[in-house]
C-alpha cells in the first residue's frame, strides 16, 4: 500500500506495515485511533486520571518501540490491550496503598446490562455507579483487571487469558470471584440502606 493512501480509517495491518516500511507518521494514526480506548482501559483499572493519562503514556511509547516486532499473532487491539493490561497492573503493584479515586468518571458511560445479577428496577443509576466502582476498588489487581476485560470491554475469556497470560480457567474463575465479591457488598449496603 502506498505510503499517501495511509489514513486513520486504515486498516491496522496497512498502517503498521507501511510505518515498517519507513513511514513514521503512519505510526501517529495508530495513537489517533488507539489512545482514547487504551486510556479508558487503563483509567478503570488504576482510577485516577494523572496517573491513566501517564500510564498511556507509557503504553504508546512502548508500542512505537515494539511496533517493528509486531507479527500479527493476535489482533492489533489485542497486543495494544496487552501492553496497557500489563503497565496498569505493574503500576498496581507498585502502589503500597489502595488507590483512591480523585474525581467521578464523567464521561464514561457505565450501563449495567440487562442481563446482569447487578440489575434492579428502579435502582439510581448514579448512586449504582458509584457503589459499583466503590466495589471494583476493593478487588485485587488480577480481579480487577479481569472483571473490566469481561464486563465492561465485553472480552471473552480466551481473548482475556492472552492480555493476562493465564489460564481460561483462571480467568473465569478470577471473574466469578469478582462478581460475588461485588454482589455481596452491594448486598451489604442494600441491607445498610446505603441503597435501594
Do not use: C
Not at 116 to 121: I, W, Y
Not at 154 to 179: D, R, T
Amino acid at each position: 500500500m502506498e505510503v499517501n493512501n495511509i489514513n486513520i480509517n486504515s486498516e491496522d495491518s496497512d498502517i503498521i506495515e507501511s510505518f515498517i516500511n519507513g513511514n513514521e507518521s503512519a505510526y501517529n494514526y495508530l495513537v489517533l485511533k488507539y489512545q482514547r480506548k487504551i486510556y479508558w482501559v487503563i483509567r478503570k483499572m488504576v482510577l485516577d486520571h494523572d496517573d491513566a493519562d501517564d500510564i498511556t503514556q507509557e503504553v504508546f511509547v512502548k508500542l512505537y518501540k515494539s511496533l517493528k516486532d509486531f507479527r500479527g499473532e493476535s489482533s492489533f487491539y489485542t497486543y495494544l490491550y496487552k501492553i496497557a493490561v500489563n503497565y496498569s497492573l505493574n503500576y498496581l503493584k507498585k502502589q503500597k496503598k489502595v488507590t483512591e479515586r480523585t474525581k467521578d468518571i464523567d464521561d464514561e458511560s457505565y450501563k449495567l446490562s440487562s442481563d446482569d445479577a447487578l440489575q434492579d428496577e428502579g435502582y439510581d443509576e448514579a448512586i449504582m455507579k458509584k457503589v459499583l466502582t466503590e466495589a471494583i476498588k476493593t478487588l485485587p489487581e488480577q480481579q480487577r483487571a479481569v472483571f473490566n476485560l469481561r464486563f465492561y470491554d465485553n472480552l471473552n475469556y480466551e481473548e482475556i487469558s492472552k492480555i493476562m497470560k493465564k489460564s481460561v480457567g483462571g480467568m473465569k474463575a478470577n471473574y466469578f470471584h469478582a462478581v460475588k465479591k461485588i454482589e455481596e457488598i452491594i448486598r451489604q449496603k442494600r441491607l445498610n440502606g446505603t441503597i435501594n
